[in-house]
Nanobody
Framework: VQLQASGGGLVQAGGSLRLSCVVS????????MGWFRQAPGKEREFVAG????????GYRASVKGRFTISRDNAKSTADLQMDNLKPEDTAVYYC???????????????????WGPGTLVTVSS
């Protein structure tokens, strides 16, 4: 299984970016998906998650209302739309896949078996 995230870059505060994660190697619909981020000197943290069908999503409090996670099972992609970005959103963003059965989303990084290499998001003030 391979994950590849794209869409990172430099943006001014208040701007938007859309991250996309493509999953290859197995049927995409078996995975719950998550986006995590890690800022310099900080631990990796949960940003957003979505269950296998896309019917349930979850967000960390600081991004709720600004970020939207979605998935397209036909295209094997999971996207993270980030609006009204803030300097504190600056981090390397990672997508992750969890093949656990059921309809849950997962907030714990330890629940995810597969990770992409990350894409850098820099928000200037």
């Amino acid at each position: 299984v391979q994950l590849q995230a794209s869409g990172g870059g430099l943006v001014q505060a208040g701007g938007s970016l859309r991250l996309s994660c493509v999953v290859s190697g197995r049927t995409f619909s078996i995975y719950a998906m998550g986006w995590f981020r890690q800022a310099p000197g900080k631990e990796r943290e949960f940003v957003a998650g979505i269950n296998r069908s896309g019917s349930t999503t979850g967000y960390r409090a600081s991004v709720k209302g600004r970020f939207t996670i979605s998935r397209d099972n036909a295209k094997s992609t999971a996207d993270l739309q980030m609006d009204n970005l803030k300097p504190e959103d600056t981090a390397v963003y990672y997508c992750a896949a969890n093949p656990a059965p059921g309809g849950s989303l997962y907030r714990d990084a330890k629940s995810y078996d597969y990770w992409g290499p990350g894409t850098l998001v820099t928000v200037s003030s």
